[in-house]
Structure formats: structure tokens, C-alpha cells
């Protein structure tokens, strides 16, 4: 397959304080460079024996794809970027204030990430992130440091071939240009589409419907706050006896027994029971306590959850 070439999306005669010689020879020399390169690589790779390649050639070849690839991407990004007269719009204006605090605060942070790649190189790119439904500013160095699932909204070149023939060295009033530049409606437009895209989907367990689960982040906050929360580790026998860390704040009990320890508990405070890994063990201990009247919770992520947290562990055993 070949990767088609895309239209300089800016207008380069209506920018402001950049040049047209500089514009067409950063989308003709480097834009359409990574193509070419991605379509040659590509063309190569499709024309492999992969049982009969070394492993270095694959993993060259892999990597350079990698890098024309997305090098192509951002740059077409770059260019529809540019072409506005670079003051956001009402909603990019109150997305930015709700994640990064103010307009200001956002541009100052972007800004400095420009301005601190002045005389190295990489990507400055506003990225929409879909798990937190955020907004966030990234670095990109080699063309390549995507934020995973992140959907690039803005993009500033910070390589050299951006700025040098009309900046010189001066990286500083390069930045300024640009955000001079900014077409924002095309940047919420883009905004539009990325808020349509999923977060990743959560984990489901249909065998416990409806139960409710308590994420570690919301326990470790019930525990600092002191309230009373009967917190019961109901990891299986077997398990426990090869560990000795527990969960700090946690009591041990077994879960074949749980007729047996239900009865120390209270009815009026909470009850948050916990297993391995937070699937089947904790889920039908919380599911018994349920039904015998208990307020009980599973935790979701379970002990390896909690320590991937950093929740307090104890040793003992
Ligand atoms: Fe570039």
C-alpha cells in the first residue's frame, strides 16, 4: 500500500511572520521527505521473506517505519495547525482553563516546552487523552513519543528545519510566531471529533452483575479519613500462606469460612472484602455478605491493585 500525500492544509500566504520560502521548504523537503521515506520503507517491507530476514533488518526497518510514519503525521498536524490568528475559542478557551487551570497557565506551560527545545529538537503537541477525557501538553522526541490512545490536537516542529531560515537560532520568536498563527477552530474541530472516542473499555464481570466495587483509591481515602470501615482481606488459604504482606488497615479472613466470621462483623458500618486480584473470591465473599444484610463492597484491582497504588503494606505471618 502507499501512504497518500496530503495537501498543505494552512494558507501559507496569510501567515503572519512566517515565511513562504520557510513553509514550502518545510512541507516540500521534510513533510513530503518522511512520505517518500515511509513509502519506500513500506514498499521494502512489503517485499520481505520475514521467515528468512535477520532480526536487525526487521527491527531497522520497523523502526524507521515508525519514525517516517509519524514524522508524516505530525507534520501534516503542524500545518493544520497554522493559518488562525491564534486566540482560542470560547470552548478550546474553557477546556484549557478546566485542565490546566487558565488560558494562561496552558500557554505558559506550551510555550516553555517550545522555547526549551530551542537548539535540540522534537515535537510540542497538545494532546486530547480519552482515558481521563483531559487535555494534556507532551513532549514527542524522534518523531515518535506519542502518548498511547492520546489524539494530537496541535502540533509545534521544534526541529530546526522549522525556524532556521527565517529565525536563525532565535527558537524564542519562532514560538511566538506560531502561537501568533494558531487556527483554533481547527483545533476544536479536531477537539469535537477526539471527545466522540471511547476511553478504554472498563473491566467488566458479568457473572457479578450488579455488585458494587470500590476502587483502592477510594478505600485508602476511607481509611486516612478514619471512618469505620471493616476492611477484610479474603485472599484464599493456599495464597496467603506463601505471602507475608498485608494489606495495612486489612484483617485476614478465610474465605471457605465466611459463614463462621461473619457474625463478628457490624451491620451499621461499612464492609470493604477483598481478594487477589479482585475477580471471583472477593466478588462471591462480598456477594454472601450482601445477602446475609451486610453494606459490603469488593475492591476493585484487589491486593495487587492496592500495591500497584502504593497503598501501605504490613509484613507479618
Ligand atoms: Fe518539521
Redesign the pocket.
Known amino acids: 500500500m502507499r501512504y497518500p500525500l496530503k495537501p498543505i492544509f494552512c494558507r501559507p500566504w496569510v501567515l503572519n511572520g512566517l515565511s513562504l520560502k520557510l513553509i514550502e521548504s ?1 512541507y516540500e523537503n ?2 513530503g521527505g518522511a512520505l517518500r521515506r515511509l513509502n519506500a520503507i513500506t514498499e521494502q517491507l512489503e517485499s520481505l521473506d520475514f521467515a528468512k530476514t535477520p532480526g536487525h533488518v526487521v527491527n531497522g526497518l520497523k523502526r524507521e517505519e515508525l519514525v517516517a510514519l509519524n ?1 508524516a503525521l ?2 501534516e498536524l ?1 500545518f493544520a495547525s497554522l493559518g488562525g490568528e491564534g486566540k482560542p475559542t470560547k470552548t478550546m478557551a474553557d477546556a484549557l482553563a478546566r485542565d490546566f487551570g487558565s488560558v494562561d497557565r496552558w500557554r505558559s506551560e506550551f510555550v516553555a516546552m517550545g522555547n526549551a527545545l530551542g537548539g535540540g529538537s522534537g515535537w510540542v503537541l497538545l494532546v486530547y487523552v480519552p482515558r481521563e477525557r483531559r487535555l494534556v501538553n507532551q513532549f514527542a522526541g524522534e518523531h515518535t513519543q506519542a502518548v498511547t490512545g492520546g489524539i494530537p490536537l496541535l502540533a509545534l ?1 521544534m ?1 530546526e ?2 525556524y532556521h531560515m527565517d529565525f536563525g537560532a532565535n527558537a524564542k520568536a519562532y514560538v511566538d510566531a506560531f502561537m501568533r498563527n494558531v487556527d483554533w477552530k481547527a483545533v476544536e474541530a479536531r477537539y469535537e471529533d477526539a471527545l466522540k472516542v471511547e476511553p478504554p473499555r472498563p473491566l467488566v464481570q458479568e457473572e457479578f452483575g450488579d455488585l458494587p466495587g470500590i476502587d483502592v483509591e477510594e478505600v485508602k481515602a476511607m481509611l486516612d479519613s478514619g471512618k469505620p470501615l471493616q476492611f477484610i482481606d479474603a485472599r484464599p488459604g493456599h495464597y496467603v500462606s506463601r505471602t507475608q504482606d498485608i494489606i495495612d488497615g486489612a484483617t485476614w479472613r478465610d474465605p471457605e469460612r465466611v459463614q463462621e466470621w461473619m457474625g463478628q462483623l457490624s451491620k451499621s458500618d461499612p464492609v470493604v472484602v477483598f481478594c487477589v486480584y479482585g475477580f471471583h473470591v472477593g466478588c462471591r465473599t462480598a456477594v454472601t455478605l450482601r445477602e446475609a444484610g451486610f453494606d459490603a463492597k469488593y475492591m476493585k484491582g484487589g491486593h495487587s491493585g492496592w500495591k500497584a497504588m502504593g497503598g501501605p503494606i504490613r509484613f507479618e505471618r
Open positions: 518545510h521534510n513533510y514524522s505530525l507534520h503542524y516542529d526541529y528545519h522549522a
